[in-house]
């Protein structure tokens, strides 16, 4: 789903933020382990101890706890939740919408929508760090639709096939700075042409201030946001204790934990991107989570046969969600959600405000989501 990329930005930031501390801990990948133990600990990249930091690089050591606090502070988090919401949360996701009525059109329209995200770190030396990413999206639609200004069916399907990479540098002063460059083709007809091609890029620089807390400094231009433009990236990162953590700015996120058993997540990316979340924890049931969600979310490709170079397709809609997750082994969990979406719609166009153009409504239904993803 589109918004599960921007929670994700959450999700990586302040649910994995480092406890300073007056000595480095010693890190181990994973949480503890309640299931019964399949592969051995000495081969399982997840289980590992990370070791001291002349050790050799060990796969996966970004995603894990760093063993010194100071080189993978919220600098380095913050470029990782970046490349996380182009992409998604590493792992696969499914979703379908039933076919619903168009409501300016005697048609209909059903939607499934596939996701899968890679992540491979590269680099972990020092005050460096690098990661790659692979995102892979799809859309194929049911419809005889048309597009009512240009007259051209509306397309069969849509891709958004990109990779790329974050890296951070953490300098001895405390700031980090970092990158996040990611290429490919957003499309109805992937890499056939090159007006389908497209290429992002983001730049920040955290400042330390006191404890935890920082500024984050930058921009970033995403050609398939609902911004035609580049954005500031502007905010203070304040995190008082272990159950708080909030970026307050753009993009803006929080995370609370309100109770032992409850979190809330919020998060607004500019400019129509939001998602607010509750998750609970049964206490009878440790491996388990039960969610309910709002989502505000939209995406972008550029479709191959159009008549404006600077137009994209564009799709908005809204949605309540309820969904379970369960732990499963090596850090992965299972999710599978059902919800109601919701003024939904299409159009082309340069930005929002070109939202009547080729515009197709949708009618609202119920939908079905079901995930495998990494747990960070």
Not at 7 to 30: E, F, K, N, T
Not at 62 to 78: D, K, S, V, Y
Not at 352 to 359: F, H, K, L
Request: charged share 15%; proline share 9%; with cysteine.
């Amino acid at each position: 789903m589109p918004s599960c990329r921007w929670l994700a930005l959450l999700i990586v930031v302040a649910a994995s933020a480092v406890r300073a501390q007056d000595a480095p801990p010693s890190a181990i990948l994973g949480v503890p382990r309640t299931q019964p133990i399949i592969i051995d600990p000495a081969i399982d990249p997840f289980l590992r101890p990370l070791g001291s930091p002349d050790e050799p690089f060990r796969p996966f050591a970004p995603l894990g706890q760093p063993t010194n606090p100071a080189c993978e502070g919220i600098g380095t988090r913050f470029g990782l939740g970046l490349l996380a919401a182009l992409y998604g949360m590493p792992g696969y996701g499914a979703t379908w919408i039933p076919s619903q009525a168009l409501l300016n059109q005697p048609t209909s329209m059903s939607v499934l929508r596939q996701d899968l995200s890679i992540f491979a770190p590269i680099v972990r030396e020092g005050p460096d760090a690098g990661v790659l990413g692979l995102g892979i999206r799809s859309g194929r639609f049911r419809t005889d639709a048309i597009l009512p200004n240009s007259g051209v069916p509306f397309p069969s399907q849509t891709w958004d096939i990109q990779a790329g990479l974050a890296y951070s540098h953490s300098w001895d002063n405390g700031w980090t700075t970092g990158a996040v460059v990611s290429a490919g083709s957003a499309s109805d007809k992937p890499f056939a042409q090159s007006n389908g091609l497209v290429a992002s890029l983001a730049m920040y620089t955290t400042f330390p201030t006191i404890g935890r807390d920082a500024w984050i400094v930058g921009f970033s231009y995403i050609p398939t946001s609902d911004s035609a433009y580049p954005l500031p990236i502007l905010g203070y990162y304040w995190e008082p204790n272990e159950d708080f953590s909030v970026n307050l700015g753009a993009p803006f996120f929080l995370k609370w934990q309100f109770t032992d058993r409850a979190t809330l997540d919020l998060v607004y990316v500019p400019i129509r991107n939001v998602s607010a979340r509750v998750t609970w924890q049964p206490i009878n049931f440790p491996n388990i989570r039960t969610y309910g969600a709002v989502n505000w979310s939209n995406e972008a490709v550029f479709l191959v046969d159009r008549t404006q170079t600077d137009n994209r397709f564009y799709s908005y809609e809204k949605r309540f969600t309820g969904g379970l997750q369960f732990d499963l082994p090596w850090r992965l969990s299972f999710d599978l959600a059902a919800g109601y979406v919701f003024d939904r719609f299409y159009f082309q166009g340069m930005q929002y405000s070109d939202r009547n153009n080729d515009r197709v409504n949708v009618g609202s239904g119920l939908f079905g989501t079901v995930q495998v993803r990494l747990k960070f």
